[in-house]
């Protein structure tokens, strides 16, 4: 049996209420997968809506009032992403479907033109596959070779087998800045100060970080940096790539179209500055318009807020986890974000999964995209409960009721 907690001892409250999501508003579900993507506040939707309804047009193809105010929003909205991530300037901002496709833009692009057979890259065991596969099918392109950083047992990046990779020289660092598997942060300033060192570019995976903590480009000195704009309250169908100013002009375009050109005959193209030259077609003006909105939403609330709800939910959730018999938590990285990954024994993820998702809690299961890490640790996969600025204490206690039901009924 599990305890009853007492109300002090409950009383971690959501930081936003739930019916500011008009999904979560009077319903009875238990939404633990904000990791997965994240529900959307009403202020999101509505900033959307009312651009559709009264402000929409396609951008900076046309000379009239209502195009050139659509234009207006959609820079503005790359304006305030880079303020969100202290960039230099709007300029170092490239918008792109999701954090997948700007890794995928950093691959083929930079990578494609700086890298060259035998080269190395350098990933670590906590990477999604959006952060592997790109540079597998750069180094099987390339001829390149891919080094993998180890982790301890605690799921943390072991930094002493990472400066052995480092002394080998390679050209290029793609590292997470927290694991969406394990919820691991890895110290990314002081990595990327030892890739530096070592002479290698530093790619920042910051899908998962990004609705947890402050992000400073500037500060931690990356190259590159990609987040999805679902993840982040915001809507899918678009996400951002950072890129230093004078490597995003030096890197060719990715895909071709039209607003990447300055010119175009048969004979030639000349190609736009950055970041339009790395967004042909008609770009996600819309999702833009909405992303804006969502990173005002969470600045509104604050980092430290945020950060310290994270750590009272996941203490909160290890500690009613362990109350329950046969309930094993996966990883115990000294700093993490508000994800917790745990096994039952026995029991498959998804069987447990679909059991609680009977009783209105949503959580992941199986190998979350990290199936190397999986495999490192021996395990099919987890069932993973991740948490937003919307959950409480209450979230917490049905996850662990359900669980308890789901054993009673695995049991029989």
């Known amino acids: ?118 080269d190395r890259i350098l990933v670590t065991m906590l990477e999604h596959h959006a952060n592997i596969v790109p540079w597998q099918l750069l180094r099987d392109r390339l001829g390149l070779e891919l080094l993998v950083a180890p982790i301890d047992g605690a799921g943390d990046l072991d930094l002493d087998a990472l400066d052995r990779l480092l002394a080998q020289g390679p050209k290029l660092a793609a590292i997470t800045a927290a694991s969406n598997a394990l919820g691991t942060r890895t110290p990314v300033k002081e990595i990327a100060r030892r890739a530096h060192d070592a002479g290698a570019f530093v790619v920042i995976d910051a899908a998962q970080a990004a609705p947890h903590m402050a992000i400073d480009v500037a500060d931690w000195d990356c190259d590159f940096l990609a987040f999805t704009g679902h ?115 026995g029991v498959h993820p998804h069987d447990v999964g679909s059991l609680l998702g009977t009783r209105g809690v949503c959580v992941r299961t199986g190998h979350h995209c990290a199936q190397p890490l999986m495999d490192h640790l021996g395990l099919p996969g987890t069932v993973r409960a991740s948490f937003g600025i919307h959950n409480d204490a209450a979230d917490i206690d049905r996850l662990a009721e359900a669980l308890v039901a789901a054993r009673q009924i695995l049991a029989r």
């Open 1 to 118: 049996m599990i305890e009853h907690r007492t109300s002090s001892e409950t009383s971690i409250g959501p930081l936003v209420p739930r019916d500011a999501f008009p999904l979560l508003a009077g319903g009875d579900l238990a939404y633990l997968d904000s990791a997965a993507s994240a529900q959307k506040p009403k202020v999101v939707l509505d900033g959307m809506r009312q651009f559709y309804e009264t402000s929409y047009a396609n951008i900076h193809r046309a000379v009239y009032p209502l195009s050139e105010a659509a234009t207006e929003a959609y820079e503005s909205a790359r304006a305030r992403v880079a303020g969100f991530l202290g960039a230099p300037s709007p300029d170092s901002i490239v918008f792109t479907r999701n954090a997948t496709e700007a890794i995928n833009l950093a691959a083929n692009s930079f990578g494609g033109a700086r890298l060259k057979q035998g």
């Open 231 to 345: 993840k982040l309250y915001g809507p899918d169908g678009i996400g951002v790539l950072y890129g230093k100013p004078d490597l995003l002009a030096a890197m060719p375009p990715w895909q071709g179209g039209g607003d990447m050109i300055r010119t175009v005959s048969f004979a030639a193209t000349e190609y736009a500055d950055p970041p339009h030259r790395f967004e042909a077609g008609t770009p996600p003006i819309g999702p833009a318009v909405g992303l804006a909105a969502a990173i005002d939403f969470i600045a509104a609330i604050g980092w430290n807020r945020i950060e310290a709800h994270d750590k009272s939910l996941t203490r909160y959730a290890l500690d009613r986890l362990r109350e329950i018999p046969g309930i094993r938590p996966v990883g115990a990285g000294r700093e993490r974000i508000g994800i917790v990954s745990f096994t039952l024994d």
